[in-house]
């Protein structure tokens, strides 16, 4: 039972200075195992706070972020799953679910977060779990005429399932979701 | 009493076969019994441990029924209580509930897991080391078809594949002729041979799994009743195995028992005593990916490990006991008590060894819980802080010359008992002894003192420790000493053993005749004012100085004779010889009742104000005794000749014993021995 929290799009402190205090208030440290980032956490400080939320933190780099050192995507494994991450700048057109279906292929993963977008997403297709977690300060988005709501997600994985727990600051208040995703084996598949 | 004697003895008391006959245990003899200590035949034991704490009643007739009810209310507890937040959501998709693991309103279930994992983390740091020295704990469990903590002899089966009937013999019926004597042998030779053998299957298992894994997930866990699955090998087994029991009724395995483990499993990531983690188990990858939404977890074909048990009955004890929860110091108690009834030879004792030792644990923690609550370790009345001055107390009682040296170091019992009295010995001698002397401490466990949990003997046997060692103690230095009780040399308990019993002889001839003395009552706990250890070195001698107010100046005030200060805390027995020639202590507030109204009355009596009927022919003797000498000092002294003689103090110790003179017939002090007779015999006086 792992618990690995799906955060990105900070932009801090470009666009916003920092996470609404509602999300830093539930953010607290011991509950969580992993962090997954999509990218754009765009400072320092707010690298460093992340780590002090969970010790194990993966980024990946976005399109505004200062850390020249961080991967594209990255590819992390909890037992039979595999999750990919990248920033999703490099995917045209911005969150169409057939072109990151193809990245999914390409990179041959069950589940795949990606970013940029600013908005939630989870879309189970073809097979394959597509998360967005949209972004965690609700930071301007040229892609989206839309308010932004601040969000993220928390997958908590057993095995081959996936629980996905979101939260939205949606007027002020917290709001929670669950979806849930099974990984289907395939059995016909040539290896 | 020959060591045949005894053990036939308990046999007769233990055995269910008379049971028509002779259905009730007499629970006085038998502790009585067990007080000099359990034959060491397998299975006696474990049963009068049972008994001695009150998990078996001592009607033989109900024990079947009781363990049964027992034994499934602790299973309950480990399917609820273990149970982990994520895999209830799962099981109930429908059941919307507001629940989100980031919750920390206090009635989540997810803020109730995290919390729990703190006290998780503890146990399991602690529990890992439980006697480190003993092999017993770090092995596993050894499997059995009656127990629902043990994994499906089904799973083993399959892993069994070529393997002969015999591995399977082995596997249930473990060494019978454990007894603490050979415990050393027996257990690690077999336990390891097991070990090999599981680590052989495993090696099978990883060849078989790939083309068994699509009929395994679906029969996996279905009871013995899915041994008619496709699957000829166990039958085949089973139809060898002459000695094997016809097959169970299903009992099935709660899933959640391991689930406890998984949660600390990063606190040991580098190291672990099991070399094998989940993710190398064989069952594992296969059999997750079952189709119809059920959960398979990897490990619940892996068999606990003895010190994971325990974990696990201190985490549900911990939970189910909020308010003393775990404490360091609670796997030491279990430890003994686990391994006594883990290696019991009744197959069905040692099946279900961890929820009966979870039940006479939690009954012997009833006794102690009050040592583990911090708050209470300053209290009066309980906790920790009053056992250990009550070790003090005694130890005055007995040893006080020692008792003085020690106070004069102010090596305070702190130091010392404090690791004595609540793990109970255990951390002081050889897990053999600490079990032979466990017998002596539970079965003197004394059923009138509800405050103080009783195991009188345990503080008895402290004493006794203390004395074994007085002389190395008497020449000491304080930091000497303090080194000397935290290692205890004596390592073998006999001679101790053998002062304590002694010890023991004198404190319940002393309670036979009311002297209570290391009792205090609310009087003196007045005098015992605030902080701990301070105690005044008051023999009896220094209680009557002339600055020291007595009751009788309370009464000549009252009669209007002399105004004198009175402290109403100071207490005094009437000491008082009988034919017996033994000492009476009486209680303090009867005699302050009645002495009060007596005095009184001789008050009059002398002052010839009152005549009384009784005293009326006496009257003339008295009254020339009396009337000339009334001055302040001659009351006084009158008292002081007495307290020689017929008043002393309460926490009177053994010397003042020998200091009391019969028959004092001249005087004031016979007068008032007289006297004392009058109020315990109520008789009539005459000269």
Redesign the interface.
């Known amino acids: 039972m792992v618990l690995v929290l799906v955060i990105g799009d900070f932009h801090i402190p470009y666009r916003v200075h920092d996470l609404p205090l509602k999300f830093k208030k539930l953010l607290v440290p011991g509950k969580i195992q992993q962090i997954i980032c999509t990218g754009n956490v765009c400072d320092k400080e707010t690298f460093d706070y992340l780590r002090t939320v969970a010790a194990d933190v993966h980024v990946v780099k976005g399109d505004y972020d200062e850390f020249p050192s961080w991967p594209l995507s990255k590819i992390i494994t909890h037992g039979p799953l595999r999750i990919g991450v990248l920033h999703g700048h490099q995917v045209i057109p911005v969150g169409d679910a057939e072109s990151l279906s193809i990245v999914a292929r390409q990179m041959d993963v069950d589940i795949l977060l990606t970013g940029h977008t600013h908005r939630f997403e989870a879309i189970e297709y073809e097979g394959k779990f597509f998360v967005n977690p949209g972004s965690a300060t609700g930071a301007y988005s040229g892609f989206s005429s839309e308010d932004i709501k601040p969000s993220f997600v928390l997958m908590d994985i057993q095995g081959v399932v996936v629980v996905t727990y979101v939260y939205q600051l949606v007027d002020g208040d917290v709001k929670v979701d669950k979806i849930e995703y099974r990984k289907n084996y395939d059995t016909n598949r040539v290896l | 009493m020959d060591y045949k004697e005894r053990l036939t003895q308990f046999e007769d008391i233990l055995n269910t076969k008379n049971i028509d006959t002779e259905p009730t245990i007499d629970l006085y003899k038998f502790r009585h019994l067990c007080f000099r200590g359990i034959p060491d035949k397998p299975g006696i034991r474990q049963l009068s441990w049972k008994i001695l704490l009150g998990y078996l009643p001592p009607d033989k007739r109900k024990w079947q029924s009781v363990l049964e009810e027992q034994r499934s209310t602790y299973y309950s507890f480990v399917r609820d209580l273990l149970a ?1 937040p ?2 209830e ?2 099981k109930n ?1 429908d059941v919307s509930s ?1 629940d ?3 919750n ?1 309103s206090p009635n989540s279930k ?1 803020a109730e897991y ?1 919390a729990d994992n703190s006290i998780l983390e503890q146990i399991d740091k602690d529990v890992r080391r439980t006697l480190p020295d003993l092999a017993f704990f770090q092995l596993p469990v050894p499997h059995s078809p009656l127990s629902p903590l043990s994994p499906k002899l089904e799973a083993i089966n399959r892993m069994n594949g070529a393997r002969s009937p015999s591995l399977l013999e082995t596997l249930d019926i473990n060494d019978d002729s454990t007894s603490i004597s050979n415990y050393s042998d027996s257990t690690l030779t077999i336990h390891s041979e097991l070990d090999a053998e599981v680590a052989a299957l495993e090696a099978q298992l990883s060849i078989i799994s790939q083309p068994s894994s699509q009929f395994t997930s679906g029969n996996l866990y279905k009871g013995f009743s899915s041994m008619c699955s496709p699957k000829p090998i166990p039958l085949d087994l089973y139809s060898n195995r002459p000695s094997s029991p016809p097959p169970q009724p299903a009992v099935t395995p709660i899933p959640t028992r391991r689930s406890i483990f ?1 949660r600390v499993q ?1 606190l040991n990531k580098d190291f672990g005593v099991r070399g094998n983690s989940a993710n190398t188990r064989p069952c594992s ?1 296969a059999s ?2 079952k189709s119809d ?1 059920s ?3 990897d490990d619940d074909c892996e068999v606990d490990l003895h010190w994971e048990a325990i974990e696990r009955i201190l985490f549900i004890y911990a939970k189910l006991n909020p308010g003393v929860g775990y404490v360091q110091g609670m796997n030491e108690i279990l430890g003994p008590i686990y391994y006594t009834m883990a290696n019991d030879s009744d197959e069905e004792g040692k099946a279900h060894a961890e929820a009966d030792s979870f039940f006479v644990f939690t009954l012997l923690m009833s006794f102690i819980r009050d040592h583990f609550v911090r708050s209470l370790d300053t209290d009066e009345a309980t906790g920790i802080g009053h056992t250990m001055k009550k070790l003090n107390r005694r130890l005055k009682t007995y040893a006080p010359d020692l008792w003085r040296d020690l106070e004069r170091k102010s090596l305070y019992p702190t130091y010392y008992s404090f690791r004595w009295i609540t793990v109970m010995l255990t951390q002081e001698f050889a897990l053999p002894d600490v079990i032979r002397l466990w017998d002596s401490i539970l079965s003197d466990r004394d059923d009138d003192f509800e405050s103080t949990g009783g195991f009188e003997f345990l503080l008895d046997f402290c004493c006794a420790m203390l004395m074994c060692v007085k002389d190395e103690l008497l020449t000491g230095s304080f930091s000497d000493n303090v080194k000397l009780l935290q290692n205890y040399p004596i390592q073998d308990p006999a001679t101790v053993l053998r002062k304590a019993y002694s010890l023991r002889e004198l404190r319940l001839l002393a309670k036979l005749n009311d002297e209570e003395d290391d009792e205090l009552d609310e009087y003196s706990l007045t005098n015992f004012k605030g902080e701990d250890f301070n105690y005044y070195s008051s023999s009896g001698n220094e209680y009557y100085d002339n600055n020291d107010p007595s009751p009788g100046d309370s009464i000549l005030e009252t009669s209007g004779c002399f105004p004198v200060e009175t402290t109403n805390t100071k207490f005094y027995n009437i000491r008082q010889r009988t034919s017996n020639n033994n000492h009476h202590l009486l209680r303090t507030q009867e005699v302050k009742v009645k002495g009060l109204a007596m005095l009184r009355k001789v008050q009059g009596v002398v002052s010839g104000r009152t005549s009384l009927n009784n005293f009326s022919t006496s009257r003339s003797s008295t009254t020339t005794y009396l009337r000339p000498n009334i001055t302040k000092s001659n009351i006084l002294s009158l008292q002081s000749k007495t307290t020689n003689n017929g008043l002393t103090s309460g926490l009177s110790l053994p010397t003042n014993y020998t200091n009391n003179k019969v028959n004092i017939t001249n005087g004031m002090s016979g007068f008032a021995n007289r006297l004392s007779n009058v109020w315990k015999k109520n008789i009539t006086y005459t000269t």
């Open positions: 982990d994520s895999e959501e799962l998709p507001d989100h693991p980031l920390s997810w995290f998984k990063h990858p997750s990916c939404g959960i398979i977890r």
